[in-house]
């Protein structure tokens, strides 16, 4: 039988998901719990590889086990994981779904704050830029749904297929107080680094190292630029994962501001 585990984790001491020789990984971390509850050895598939220190407040894998189980899994792994590593739901699936191929919407959360918190410390990123231009980097992030092609906004594009990604949504948010900010960013798929470089240009745009338009450039030509430099990991959350089949709510968010905080910048 295959099961959909609904998860979530603070990545900031973990290599990313995926299993990687001799590094601390989420997923190795999660088998090897998963194969200790049921002693045997079990694999699991993860809905996507999220780099380095990036968090999920969303995200699924999918693992087969034949034997049912007479005890609380939930309860079991959560006693067994690590506190950083979270499950909250566990689906049974008909046939033979994949956790990564699957999902048709991915959406990704990136903040940052502008003044020094050691509360934010390993869930925001900090950069000392008061007065950033809110409504140029809002104006930069409204135009992504208009185009399709991110090669510029990639580390190594030509690895890809192809770097055409449908993105739906981009909005730039901000606290009532403009000290700490929210990039939102929907997409059917993400290339390597893109929310990082883009989140990094958005930046730049803030602090008027950058305008709209050289941005727009990029965008347009497709040639990336010489200096890529994608904003800290530790700021990036994957917050949504979406199947035709199933669309579960989030169980947990960024506790810096609840959503209901947060005002999108206006153009």
Known sequence: MRYFFHIAYNGHNYSGWQRQPKVNSVQEVIESKLSQAFKMPLAI???????SQVHASQFFFHVDIEEQWEFDLIFRLNKLLPHNISVFDIIP???KPHARFDAVQREYDYYLHTYKDPFLSQLSSYYNARN??????AKAAALLPKYKDYRALC???????H???????????SSPNGDNL????SSNRFLGKMIRIITGKLLKI????????????LLVTKETPKLLEPAHPHGLYLSKVTYPYLNLPTR???????QKDWVPVTI
């Not at 950033?132 to 980097?137: F, N, S, T, V």
């Not at 580390?155 to 297929?161: F, G, L, Q, V």
């Open 163 to 173: 770097t055409i990604c449908y993105v739906k949504e981009a909005t730039l948010y």
């Open 252 to 258: 947990t968010e960024f506790c810096g501001l609840k």
């Open 93 to 95: 699936m008909d046939g």
């Open 132 to 137: 950033l231009k809110l409504d140029e980097m």
């Open 45 to 51: 598939n993860g809905c996507g590889r999220t780099d």
């Open 206 to 217: 803030g602090t008027g190292n950058m305008s709209v338009d050289e941005f727009e450039h």
């Open 182 to 185: 929210r990039f939102h960013i």
């Open 155 to 161: 580390t190594t594009p030509d690895k890809n297929e």
